[in-house]
């Protein structure tokens, strides 16, 4: 499902980000990606949203070499990954049914079907009865819940996560963690980036890691 082959990244500053990485992650698995701040953890993502491209080696997504995508191609792939930040990125001056619709508005879904997918993933995410709720009378945990339902609501097949419970308490950060199983168990492949180790080795899924760029330990599924 998605595939390093010798993958490098240096930028124009001469920082290599990136030192050959080779890893496959399998369709319907959900892995961890750690290591220090300044591994190459949120260039790594990035590269799969094409919103980098490796200096050397390739990336491919689904069977498709992303090196042979052009700029006109890039909003359909996207369309297939849905992204959770740790900040949020909530539009404040929109409620929570809004912001979680924002991405099929984009795309050019019929209004009642918006409705549909969104009512759909918010109940999935515990916050239906917020629906109309503007973003700033919410809990950190809550707004989370609803930029994982925004990700999740255009039904990508991979969901990436770049340190989702950074600002959240242990009891929220496991809840959270929760929501990511459940949507890999319904066939999301989900790659998670996270400093967590103590949270994210309990879970006993694959683990990442990544150490001044080059990967130093679990690359094979």
Avoid: C, W
Avoid at 182 to 203: C, K, M, P, W, Y
């Amino acid at each position: 499902m998605i595939s390093f082959d010798r993958v490098s990244k240096r930028y124009a500053e001469g920082h290599d980000a990136l030192r050959e990485v080779s890893l496959d992650i399998a369709r319907d698995e959900l892995v961890f990606l750690t290591g220090h701040s300044g591994a190459g953890k949120s260039t790594l993502l990035r590269m799969i949203m094409l919103m980098e491209r490796p200096t050397r080696g390739q990336v491919v997504i689904d069977g498709q070499n992303l090196g042979a995508v052009g700029p006109r191609g890039i909003p359909r792939h996207r369309r297939n990954i849905g992204v959770v930040f740790q900040n949020h990125r909530l539009l404040y001056d929109r409620n929570v049914f809004d912001n979680v619709a924002l991405p099929l508005v984009i795309a050019g879904h019929d209004h009642r079907e918006v409705g549909r997918r969104v009512r759909a993933a918010l109940d999935k995410v515990g916050l239906l009865e917020r629906e109309r709720a503007m973003p700033v009378t919410l809990s950190g945990g809550e707004q989370q819940r609803v930029g994982i339902a925004r990700a999740v609501v255009g039904k990508p097949r991979i969901l990436l996560a770049d340190e989702p419970t950074g600002n959240l308490d242990p009891a929220l950060s496991a809840e959270i963690m929760q929501l990511f199983e459940e949507f890999n168990q319904v066939g999301v492949t989900v790659l998670i980036a996270s400093h967590d180790l103590g949270l994210i080795s309990r879970l006993r899924h694959r683990i990442i890691t990544l150490r001044q760029g080059r990967l130093v330990s679990g690359s094979a599924a």
